[in-house]
């Protein structure tokens, strides 16, 4: 389900909840002004009724304002998508870089050479997983015109970007 779908249905139980709570009110006002000990534990009863309505009220409307921070939070996450990614790219270009520099590095032996060969097989293997990780995100990013794991792969890239 679309954060927008969501936002609509939040939107409609805000508005039911809203008018259910204005009806409260005012028959709660009936029910006093009758004096009346029936009348009066009535109005009791749905004054707790209207102040659930009124917490239901104010949930609502928080996660209608987280969803629209989220929204503002994926345009901004759109617009430096690219130069993100770029600069991801940039961090997997230095791991090549390294690996090279440790591969034309002067010649260790016994424990030294063993250490290096070690550094290079990781400094691969992150590679790959970093290489992997960012085709799956640009794939993800052209062809998913919602964007709905944008925010996701956000975090996944800048964490790669800390790498370096």
């Not at 970093?130 to 062809?143: A, D, G, K, P, Y």
Request: hydrophobic share 40%.
């Amino acid at each position: 389900m679309s954060s927008l779908a969501t936002k609509e249905v939040l939107q409609k139980e805000l508005v039911r909840f809203e008018e259910r709570v204005d009806f409260l009110n005012d028959y709660i006002k009936h029910l006093k002004s009758a004096k009346d000990f029936e009348e009066d534990d009535k109005a009791y009863k749905l004054s707790i009724e209207r102040d659930f309505k009124l917490n239901l009220i104010g949930q609502r409307t928080a996660q209608i304002d987280q969803i629209n921070d989220q929204d503002i939070l994926k345009a901004k996450a759109v617009e430096e998508f690219p130069s993100l990614l770029d600069d991801c790219w940039l961090v997997v270009k230095k791991i090549g870089e390294d690996v090279e520099e440790l591969r034309s590095s002067k010649k260790l032996k016994g424990a030294e050479a063993k250490e290096r060969s070690n550094a290079i097989k990781n400094l691969l293997g992150t590679k790959e997983q970093v290489v992997t990780i960012l085709n799956s995100i640009t794939v993800s990013f052209e062809n998913d015109n919602f964007h709905s794991q944008l925010l996701t792969d956000f975090r996944q890239l800048n964490a790669i970007k800390k790498i370096n």
